[in-house]
């Protein structure tokens, strides 16, 4: 069981620093997201609040696992994660908001925590929420017109292509539903990339959103090549303007864990 929530961990380093490609030191924000898209025929699913019952399987190269999990969104704000991979038992918990991610492992009663500058010094990169919440939606990221969006025509797809700093950015968009379904971040050169698939796009309210996404990642870590991949399927997946909760206390006598 303990290999799950170190698992986790793990996970949540690797997404922190392959998710969020370094953007030097410009803020971004979803208003930027929004601009992008509409620019380049992009459709960004916009809400208040989100919901989503979904289901999890992460595998890398000594585990494969699996876990129903709860997720709750408020827009610019907060991404609230509940995981209950055995009976419905929660066994993790993860909040992060704008500058700070939190989360508490219940099976070895340990927490974690770590703000966004904290991980941009781990990563070398300068990492925000803004993308990261950009790509768990299948919206557009948001990256620097400055260093230059090259469109291309590809079939049933256009291709966006643009670079910052060394990493190089793909991003696939299907011309009839105008969705994001497929986007690669890679450092030339390194075995480094990460690679996100967008399908079956269901609509919700007015939006087409993918309920299922799969993820491979690689990474060269202490001289060794590591590979990751999760996929999340939606079972389930509500736009609210109803204010919700997003609990989160750490209990007595949890101890840290640094990650």
């Not at 979904?54 to 585990?63: G, K």
């Not at 993790?92 to 219940?106: E, H, N, Y």
């Not at 400055?146 to 968009?173: H, P, S, Y």
Request: hydrophobic share 40%.
């Amino acid at each position: 069981m303990q290999k799950y929530f170190f698992s986790g961990l793990k996970l949540l380093s690797l997404l922190s620093l392959l998710l969020v490609v370094a953007t030097g030191c410009r803020k971004s924000n979803a208003t930027q997201s929004s601009k992008l898209a509409e620019k380049y025929g992009i459709e960004n699913v916009d809400f208040n609040y989100l919901t989503s019952k979904s289901r999890l399987v992460y595998q890398d190269e000594n585990q494969n696992l699996k876990s129903g999990i709860d997720v709750r969104m408020q827009k610019d704000s907060t991404i609230w994660l509940s995981a209950r991979p055995m009976l419905g038992i929660e066994a993790m918990r993860m909040l992060v908001r704008r500058d700070s991610i939190f989360m508490i492992d219940k099976i070895n009663k340990t927490y974690s925590a770590m703000n966004f500058e904290q991980l941009s010094a781990r990563a070398g990169a300068n990492l925000n929420f803004d993308r990261l919440q950009a790509i768990l939606l299948g919206n557009m990221p948001i990256w620097d017109e400055a260093t230059g969006i090259i469109r291309e025509t590809e079939g049933e797809n256009f291709v966006l292509k643009t670079q910052e700093n060394d990493w190089e950015v793909l991003m696939r968009v299907s011309r009839s539903h105008r969705k994001l379904s497929f986007l690669e971040i890679m450092l030339p050169n390194t075995p480094n990339f990460m690679r996100v698939n967008y399908a079956n796009f269901v609509d919700v309210d007015k939006y087409k959103i993918p309920h299922e996404i799969e993820t491979d990642i690689s990474f060269l870590q202490k001289g060794a090549v590591s590979t990751a991949r999760f996929e999340i399927e939606h079972k389930k997946i509500t736009l609210t303007n109803e204010q919700l909760t997003f609990p989160f206390s750490i209990p007595s006598g949890y101890k840290e864990r640094v990650f």
